[in-house]
């Protein structure tokens, strides 16, 4: 018991705890099993305060990341708002791409996000029509160049692709009329 009780008083719990159990299994007395008690309670306590400093460590963790996706979010979104303002769509867009997934609902974010697809809906549009106005003056190479630029901002558009396989079809007809001619 004694050894038991010195080994708590040195914080050196597990050998405290051997002594106590032994002291309990030779001579099973009050005394023993209260500083037996004792020492699961502060065994308990020393877990609680462990706990408490791994939480708190991931706390800071968890702060210094959302700081840094914070500051990468102020950068990208600072570069998207350039590239929008110089009509660079491309880089506008592949800004606001590689913001952290946690500040997309940001509403500044979600502003910029806005106004870089008014202004590529706006590019497309434009493009199509000098596009379609090019085909039908003649100017498949022309029209393929404007269409594939548009598709390169609008790459999900099935009707832009038509019109580019399209326009292919009419180019590789032309090659093979031309190469029928003697």
Do not use: F
Request: charge should be neutral; proline fraction near 2%; aromatic fraction near 2%.
């Amino acid at each position: 018991l004694e050894h038991g009780e010195y080994a708590l008083l040195q914080n050196d719990l597990s050998s405290a705890e051997t002594c106590l159990q032994l002291s309990l299994r030779l001579n099973h007395t009050t005394a023993a099993q209260e500083t037996l008690s004792q020492l699961q309670s502060l065994r308990a306590s020393h877990q609680q305060v462990e706990l408490e400093k791994a939480t708190i460590k991931q706390a800071r963790k968890n702060e210094k990341k959302q700081r840094s996706q914070q500051q990468q979010t102020e950068v990208l979104l600072a570069e998207a708002r350039q590239a929008l303002q110089q009509n660079n769509l491309q880089v506008a867009r592949a800004a606001i791409v590689q913001i952290p997934a946690a500040s997309r609902t940001n509403s500044e974010v979600m502003t910029t996000r806005d106004n870089l697809r008014e202004a590529i809906n706006k590019e497309v549009a434009g493009l199509v029509a000098k596009g379609d106005s090019l085909y039908r003056a003649d100017n498949v190479h022309e029209a393929l160049q404007n269409w594939n630029e548009a598709l390169s901002l609008d790459p999900g558009n099935r009707t832009l692709q038509e019109r580019i396989d399209r326009a292919n079809k009419v180019l590789a007809r032309l090659e093979e009329l031309k190469r029928q001619q003697p």
